[in-house]
């Protein structure tokens, strides 16, 4: 029963970070698309862009109910303990979240009006405020908060820092990335070479970004340090840079080369990248750098009632997901459109 106990969290843990994997790569690209709105003002190739997303965009919203879910059932203390820490973070990214939604149906039905520009207007905003909080809630759960007595004792602008604000940036420009890669896959014409262009620039900014938070983040606490230059560790944990500096390059190389596919391929390979090195570097932490998985975690007892039901439904959710994405796959041009 121990060991059933203690292997219980890691598998939850897995599950968390698969929805947190598969939120990013989903609801990823449509922020990065409503903030590619700023750089784009030909309101046909707008319609365009819209119409590679609207089909499946707002059922991507799943995986952060599930990333939800499974905080709040499965690890309550870490759930207790990081939502009073990321309150304001929290709230403004939801109803960023909201407005973006009633953004993407209004300017729809005001198309080729006026009014029209106002809700691109919120659109483009909320895609923008929904990225930067994300980042900047992902930085502060890696740069830690205040915990006494198991319960978080700091203020509530602790979350805001050079670290979380530089975080909060580069998923911005990460996100971009995707959404601009997502539309050199799925567009033709002048678009998908606007596309490409901005791929490239922001392909530059997000590298940036990447070798920052990666050389700042192990100066934040010290188990962080050893988890990356301490033997045997290293040995473990080198391929990361190494693949992040390859697909790189190969991201460079199929936008040069004309590649549809490629360039998105290798955007997504980044992000798992990045995910996967902040996993390293802050397991086996669920509040870094104080409480574990094993610390915040439900009785095993209701983690094992809630897997079987998780085992029952997830199978189900991927399915419905794919098969979205499937039937409206291919290339959009302005001919088409969904509304």
């Not at 979240?97 to 209004?106: Q, S, T, W």
């Not at 996100?175 to 070479?193: K, M, N, P, S």
């Not at 199929?254 to 390293?280: D, Q």
Request: aromatic share 14%; proline share 6%; with cysteine.
């Amino acid at each position: 029963m121990m060991d059933f106990a203690h292997w219980l969290p890691i598998v939850w843990a897995v599950i968390l970070i698969a929805a947190i994997s598969i939120y990013v790569v989903l609801d990823g690209f449509d922020l990065g698309i409503g903030m590619l709105f700023m750089t784009e003002r030909d309101e046909t190739r707008r319609n365009v862009m819209i119409s590679t997303i609207a089909p499946v965009w707002d059922g991507n919203e799943t995986w952060m109910v599930l990333g939800g879910a499974v905080l709040y059932g499965v690890f309550p203390g870490a759930y207790a303990t990081l939502l009073p820490a990321f309150y304001l973070p929290i709230v403004l990214m939801l109803v960023a979240l909201i407005f973006r939604g009633v953004a993407f149906e209004f300017r729809v039905m005001t198309k080729g009006t006026p009014r029209a520009r106002h809700w691109d207007f919120g659109f483009m905003t909320g895609s923008a405020v929904a990225a930067f909080c994300q980042g900047a809630i992902l930085g502060g759960v890696i740069q830690g908060v205040k915990v006494t007595n198991g319960a978080f004792s700091g203020g509530s602008l602790d979350w805001l820092t050079p670290f979380t604000i530089l975080c909060g940036l580069s998923v911005m420009c990460g996100y971009a990335l995707l959404g601009a890669t997502w539309l050199v896959w799925r567009t033709t014409g002048g678009l998908e070479a606007s596309c490409r262009h901005a791929a490239g620039r922001l392909a530059v900014g997000l590298f940036v970004g990447i070798v920052a938070v990666s050389f700042w983040t192990p100066l934040l606490h010290a188990p962080y340090l050893r988890r990356w230059t301490e033997w045997p560790n290293i040995a473990f944990v080198a391929p990361v840079p190494v693949l992040v500096v390859v697909l790189g390059l190969l991201l460079a190389a199929s936008l040069r080369k004309g590649h549809s596919r490629v360039p998105f391929l290798c955007a997504l390979g980044w992000f798992f990248l990045c995910l996967s090195g902040l996993g390293i570097t802050v397991w086996p932490y669920a509040v870094p750098p104080t409480l574990s998985l094993w610390d915040v975690s439900s009785p095993p007892s209701s983690q094992f009632f809630q897997l079987v039901g998780t085992a029952i439904l997830l199978p189900i959710i991927l399915t419905y997901t794919v098969y979205s994405y499937h039937v409206f796959r291919g290339k959009v041009s302005d001919a088409d459109g969904y509304h």
